[in-house]
T-cell receptor, first 117, second 115 residues
Framework: AQTVTQSQPEMSVQEAETVTLSCTYDTSENNYYLFWYKQPPSRQMILVIRQEAYKQQNATENRFSVNFQKAAKSFSLKISDSQLGDTAMYFCAFMKPSGGSNYKLTFGKGTLLTVNP | DVKVTQSSRYLVKRTGEKVFLECVQD?????MFWYRQDPGLGLRLIYF???????EKGDIPEGYSVSREKKERFSLILESASTNQTSMYLC??????????????FGPGTRLTVL
């Protein structure tokens, strides 16, 4: 079974600074997907960024980027130029490729990020 | 944009009651999921469905059942609610094809309190 570990239950950062959230996972699969989801206070969970394991290039989405280290099974999220609206719970998640019962996401326990003015 | 809606944002029920949580998605997604979210535990999968009338148990199915009679609707049923089922319940949907395949889209959540 896959496991996802987020070792930082809480983090804080000053507005406009850069912060990195950690995520490690354990799997015997060679091909899979990794995700970062964001859940703002009292708001809907939304996708921040996704990475296919077969792609060596790190995914980026505007101010959000990942550092994907497949051999180390590490998938960290970097947020540049942090904004107050980035305050949220961030979840790292793992998925095996599509097909049959492989659609399920395995989530980490989350990191609560607070951006301070 | 994908829209996933859940029937209630907040729900208060009594121990032993039968509880229905409903989820509707408007993007013709094949896959639908029910999770519960508890502080310090993250999200845990209760059940999922990859087609109408098809379902599979997730990691914590005990005490729950599901129904998917139509593609757009996925219901979670607590047969006899207990206090340890007090939680936030999140519904999600996804499609196995297309540019954003496998990305799950979440509803706003239902915070259920069982007294």
């Amino acid at each position: 079974a896959q496991t996802v570990t987020q070792s930082q239950p809480e983090m804080s950062v000053q507005e406009a600074e850069t912060v990195t959230l950690s995520c490690t996972y354990d799997t015997s699969e060679n091909n899979y997907y990794l995700f970062w989801y964001k859940q703002p206070p009292s708001r809907q969970m939304i996708l921040v960024i996704r990475q296919e394991a077969y792609k060596q290039q790190n995914a980026t989405e505007n101010r959000f980027s990942v550092n994907f280290q497949k051999a180390a099974k590490s998938f960290s999220l970097k947020i540049s130029d942090s904004q107050l609206g980035d305050t949220a719970m961030y979840f790292c998640a793992f998925m095996k490729p599509s097909g049959g019962s492989n659609y399920k996401l395995t989530f980490g326990k989350g990191t609560l990020l607070t951006v301070n003015p | 944009d994908v829209k996933v809606t859940q029937s209630s944002r907040y729900l208060v029920k009594r121990t032993g009651e039968k509880v229905f949580l409903e989820c509707v998605q408007d993007m013709d997604h094949e896959n639908m999921f029910w999770y519960r979210q508890d502080p310090g535990l993250g999200l845990r999968l209760i059940y999922f469905s990859y087609d109408v009338k098809m379902k599979e148990k997730g990691d914590i199915p005990e005490g729950y059942s599901v129904s998917r009679e139509k593609k757009e609707r996925f219901s979670l049923i607590l047969e006899s609610a207990s206090t340890n089922q007090t939680s936030m319940y999140l519904c999600a949907s996804s499609t196995p094809t297309g540019g954003r395949a496998d990305t799950q889209y979440f509803g706003p959540g239902t915070r259920l309190t069982v007294l």
